[in-house]
């Protein structure tokens, strides 16, 4: 017989993450047997999926590990290929990618603090109910996501696995007259993401007050906030890593009880993501977007993994400054569509990006013909897996001594997972894990 | 219609880029939230139900556990709809298949720890070779508008059509200039419509996501081929990408 206070909690595929994980805690007379955050999303096996295609498809191919980075995956994958066969962007180039990106932080933040997480802080089971009660709110982020969706279709040609985005150069650019378009309502969304944070700032009291400090991996750079370029740091060390180091920093291994690859550096494990970035970088954040985040308790570097949700906005107001600095740049210069001869050449690239979810590498290795011979690809959401767990481990007996019920701890559970935003189609290394019955 | 019809969607092996899709909607889909009843939507909303009127199903097939919850889904389901090529014919998953053992391939990936059995899937199917369909839009990833016509279709009780014509039509309706006359390859001639040309519209090739038309028009392309120069296994080399193979089915 078990005793009532035993938990036994079983979520099978969490709802409202990108991709297939299951939650297994058990617990007999007051002691621990088990605590797991599982994932088993089917192995898609991109690495192998490469091998032998050329140089020019990567992109194409490795665009489609997800849905939602898809144009994060891209510019690794097209940073990889650039660095293994000595390939230079235009700066041109180089402010349309940089502006796609900004594009695609704001899309995905946006999508999951107000579609996936604010439904947690109300307690309700999906975002559809606010049609109802809160339409003025559903209106607004719908514009704002659907301007994030429309910057990536001008310049990406498509919101989704952008098209234009070619090795070296882009395949088409945008008009004048497009990106003035884009200034305009860009303009408009700061107030829209002004009274998107007041949203936040109203819901806020139902964060949960959980912290555990943690190595926070991101990239850094000298002259920004990192997102497209930089080296790797951490919070643990004082000089930084450069990207094409990166096995150094991400250590991946593998685990005999959960067979994922796991990722540690300096401590049991680290987080990527936004609150990484911002634990890292926050020096460097605009005066606006750094004080929506004061606004919303974010005032320096935070242990709390739930305020991740809080960097996402103001990372997204953020984004729509740098979105606003680049258009600025491309209405002032001469646009021109460049050639390029690419002749390919043997040797091995390494790309690494900061996407929605955390820092992203893409590693290639090529033959002279521009055939891929290896790939190794490091996804973000796998980073975090190792330190979802640790946190699990510290939340389930703290949450326990609190009296907090199955059902509540279930929540605190399941919300923490959606807090880190998991993209678990993104991991081309997880795997089943059995149930411990 | 009386009560609003019961729609599900769930996903397999993909990226997940299809439903987002559906998201990308917008404001259409606060409209559509409205014309039926979304009941299991594991990505957005937590619930589930017993039974659908339309189930849409993304993603591609690659372990029996999978293919046991496929079955399932299709027993509580009247109609079924695959959508995005994932679902339609394994999509880029199909990738893998190129490889002669699925060791091979856990090899690349997990090199000394390939044999662990958490490792273990099949060759990639669509989902067709495992449950009967009822009805697919293709595309990697789908077109949101072509999404929402299927919708309004079902829900007007008419029976949605896939173009059976190459995207060289939609391309010359756009009168973009044919990319083989700038020195790249392309695979309009075979591809299915739908998409709007939208590669070739934005400067790049036809990668044909959304798989060939139904009788490809072979001799045509190996005449463009030759006029151009290029040869057969320069096509082959792209047509696989997406999991087409001209030589069979779909």
């Known amino acids: 017989m078990s005793k009532t206070n035993d938990l036994n909690i079983h979520v099978h595929h969490i709802t409202r993450v990108e991709g297939h994980g299951n939650i297994a805690v058990n617990t007999k007379n007051g002691k621990i047997e088990q605590i797991q955050w599982q994932v088993p999303e089917a192995p898609r096996f991109f690495e192998a999926m490469v091998v032998g295609r050329d140089y020019s498809q990567l992109a194409t191919i490795t665009s489609r590990i997800c849905g ?68 003025d709110v559903v209106l607004l982020v719908t514009k704002l996501h659907r301007l994030a969706n429309e910057l990536c279709d001008t310049i990406g040609g498509r919101t989704t696995h952008p098209i234009r ?18 200034k305009k309502r860009l303009t408009e969304a700061v ?63 593998v685990v005999p009880q959960s067979t994922a690859k796991y990722g540690k550096f300096n401590r049991g494990s680290f987080m990527v993501g936004a609150l990484a970035r911002y634990n890292n970088n926050y020096r460097q954040l605009s005066p606006l977007a750094a004080s929506v985040a004061e606004m919303l308790g974010l005032d320096g570097v935070n242990y709390n993994p739930f305020m ?6 103001a990372e997204s107001v953020f984004a729509v400054e740098r979105a606003l600095y680049h258009i600025d740049w491309l209405l002032d210069n001469d646009l021109r569509l460049e050639e390029l001869e690419i002749k390919p050449r043997a040797g091995r690239g390494v790309g690494a990006v900061e996407v929605p979810r955390g820092v992203l590498f893409h590693d290639y290795e090529y033959d002279d013909q521009g055939k891929c011979v290896k790939a190794n690809c490091v996804i973000p959401t796998n980073l975090n897996h190792n330190n979802i767990q640790l946190d699990f481990e510290k939340m389930v007996p703290e949450t326990m001594k609190q009296g907090k019920s199955e059902k509540e701890i279930q929540f605190h559970l399941e919300m923490l997972v959606r807090a880190y935003d998991p993209c678990i189609s993104c991991s081309t290394h997880y795997l089943d894990v059995e149930f411990k019955k | 219609m009386s009560a609003k019809p019961k729609v599900a969607f769930f996903d397999f092996a ?21 014309l039926v009843d ?21 993603g591609s097939i690659t372990r029996k556990a999978d293919e046991e919850r496929l079955k399932n889904i299709r027993s509580r389901s009247k109609l079924i709809v695959a959508y995005g090529q994932c679902a339609v014919t394994g999509g880029i998953n199909r990738l893998k298949n190129r490889w002669q053992t699925m060791d091979e391939v856990k090899k690349q990936v997990y090199g000394d720890h390939f044999n662990m059995p958490h490792l273990d899937t099949y060759r990639t199917k669509g989902i067709d070779e495992i449950v009967k369909v009822d009805l697919y839009i293709p595309g990697c990833p789908i077109n949101r508008d072509e999404f929402l016509q299927v919708v309004k279709e079902l829900l007007l009780g008419k029976t949605p059509k896939m173009p059976n014509y190459p995207v060289c039509v939609e391309c010359k309706l756009k009168e973009n200039v044919c990319l083989f006359d700038t020195g790249i390859t392309c695979l309009g001639p075979l591809a299915r419509a739908g998409c709007g040309a939208i590669c070739p519209s934005n400067g790049a090739p036809c990668d044909a996501c959304r798989g060939t038309v139904a009788d490809p028009n072979k001799n045509a392309m190996h005449e463009i081929l030759m006029k151009y120069n290029y040869t057969v296994a320069q096509i082959k080399n792209k047509i696989d990408i997406f999991g087409v193979d001209p030589e069979v089915k779909k």
Request: proline fraction near 4%; charge should be negative.
């Open chain 1, 165 to 182: 985005t070619r090795v070296g150069r882009f395949s088409m650019l945008p008009e004048k007259k497009e990106l003035e378009a884009l």
């Open chain 2, 14 to 34: 993909c990226c997940e880029g299809c439903q987002l899709q559906i998201a990308n909607l917008e404001e259409d889909v606060v409209q559509l939230a409205g």
């Open chain 1, 308 to 313: 991740n949700n809080i960097a996402q906005v």
């Open chain 2, 38 to 58: 979304v009941v299991e939507f594991r990505e957005v909303l937590t619930g589930s139900a017993p039974e659908y009127d339309i189930a849409f199903i993304e």
């Open chain 1, 68 to 135: 939602i980075c898809s144009i994060g995956h891209t510019f690794a994958s097209l940073k990889a290929t650039e660095a293994a066969m000595g390939i230079k962007i235009s700066e041109t180039t180089r402010h349309l990618r940089e502006l796609l990106l900004h594009g695609e932080t704001l899309q995905s933040h946006v999508l999951h603090v107000c579609y996936l997480v604010v439904p947690d802080l109300l307690n309700i089971n999906s975002v559809f109910p606010l049609i109802e009660t809160h339409k």
């Open chain 1, 191 to 253: 107030d829209d993401l002004k009274k998107l944070a007041d949203v936040v700032k109203s819901l806020a009291p139902a964060i949960p007050d959980f912290t555990r400090e943690t190595e926070y991996l991101s990239l850094t750079y000298d002259k920004e906030y990192a997102f497209y370029d930089g080296d790797c740091t951490t919070t643990d060390i004082d000089k930084t890593i450069p990207v094409k180091e990166y096995q150094r920093v991400v250590n991946e291994f």
